[in-house]
T-cell receptor, first 112, second 113 residues
Framework: SQQGEEDPQALSIQEGENATMNCSYK?????LQWYRQNSGRGLVHLIL?????REKHSGRLRVTLDTSKKSSSLLITASRAADTASYFCATDSSGSARQLTFGSGTQLTVLP | DAGITQSPRHKVTETGTPVTLRCHQTENHRYMYWYRQDPGHGLRLIHY???????DKGEVSDGYSVSRSKTEDFLLTLESATSSQTSVYFC????????????FGPGTRLTVL
């Protein structure tokens, strides 16, 4: 079963606009991570937010976490064509093996 | 790609044949993982390892076995491949100073006819 569910499943925007993706999860977590996957490639880690944090920034990325609503959002500002990819949230609610449970992803298309 | 390689990168096989996929890392990380990725399902954990000869099952382990005889290698075996195992398989590693973040290999596309 999937812990995280992304919304929307697909998003198409113009270059320069902001893109917002949401993730909802079911059980309590240690942390939540966002990964990017370009077509035909492996996943690349973007950012991690711990359960005691509410917001985190990294370059053009802003992640928020609301543990009371069991939800997170990823904002990409001033999007570029190179941001076109699938974005996945992953939650860590496990023990020592650092198991992650991934959502089904949001496909972001940034049009030039 | 964080010193992770997967082999083969592509494989076509027939139902009922055994298949072994290899993941090799040069990072000396403790944890290694095998996932499968299918449309509409994201990534699902098959098996993982938390040390040499220490492995455990993930969410979708039926029909798969793993072995880790060395820190750097994690093998995934399909004893008798079925068409439902047609998928893209990713290996991931974590460890060092940050065990929370996973680094992924390039994937193996497996087709079972």
């Amino acid at each position: 079963s999937q812990q995280g569910e992304e919304d929307p499943q697909a998003l198409s925007i113009q270059e320069g606009e902001n893109a917002t993706m949401n993730c909802s999860y079911k059980t309590s977590i240690n942390n939540l991570q966002w990964y990017r996957q370009n077509s035909g490639r492996g996943l690349v880690h973007l950012i991690l937010i711990r359960s005691n944090e509410r917001e985190k920034h990294s370059g053009r990325l802003r992640v928020t976490l609301d543990t009371s609503k069991k939800s997170s959002s990823l904002l990409i500002t001033a999007s570029r064509a190179a941001d076109t990819a699938s974005y996945f949230c992953a939650t860590d609610s496990s023990g020592s093996a650092r198991q992650l449970t991934f959502g089904s992803g949001t496909q972001l298309t940034v049009l030039p | 790609d964080a010193g992770i390689t997967q082999s083969p990168r592509h494989k076509v096989t027939e139902t009922g044949t055994p298949v072994t996929l290899r993941c090799h890392q040069t990072e000396n990380h403790r944890y290694m993982y095998w996932y499968r990725q299918d449309p509409g399902h994201g990534l699902r954990l098959i098996h993982y390892s938390y040390g040499v000869k220490d492995t455990d099952k993930g969410e979708v382990s039926d029909g798969y076995s793993v072995s880790r005889s060395k820190t750097e290698d994690f093998l995934l075996t399909l004893e008798s491949a079925t068409s439902s195992q047609t998928s893209v398989y990713f290996c991931a590693i974590s460890g060092g100073d940050n065990t929370d973040t996973q680094y992924f290999g390039p994937g193996t596309r497996l087709t079972v006819l």
